[in-house]
């Protein structure tokens, strides 16, 4: 079982910034997609940020121009950059990745999860 693991996050003021990073350890090149998701309290988890590899990103709108998705593929990591942070972008976050393989189709990998706190 592959287990991504997270580092980063914590608790930030209102305004602030706040980098998560996600450690991959399997080959960045034959996964299919990387995806930050977050689970606020009493809320379904939503998707945040995705990067589909070798083509473009997305956010959900609530993030659009605040949050950055990236990886390097160097150092097998996939990081969300956060910034302007909101009360409401308090959550649990969670990396995702998709690995393509021959037979069996795509096979999802999830990070531990990491707390987000923005308090005001």
């Known amino acids: 079982q592959v287990q991504l693991k997270q580092s980063g996050g914590g608790l930030v003021q209102v305004g602030g910034s706040l980098s998560l990073s996600c450690y991959v350890p399997i080959s960045m090149h034959s996964l299919n997609a990387l995806r930050w998701y977050r689970q606020a309290p009493g809320k379904q988890r939503e998707l945040v940020a995705g990067l589909i590899m070798g083509g473009g990103t997305n956010y959900v709108d609530s993030v659009k121009g605040r949050f950055t998705i990236s990886s390097d593929n160097a150092k097998n990591t996939v990081s969300l950059h956060m910034s302007s942070l909101k009360p409401e972008d308090t959550a649990v976050y969670y990396c995702?990745?998709?690995?393509?393989?021959?037979?069996?189709?795509?096979?999802?990998?999830w990070g531990q999860g990491t707390r987000v706190t923005v308090s005001s």
């Open positions: 995702n990745v998709d690995q393509l393989i021959a037979g069996q189709g795509a096979i999802d990998y």
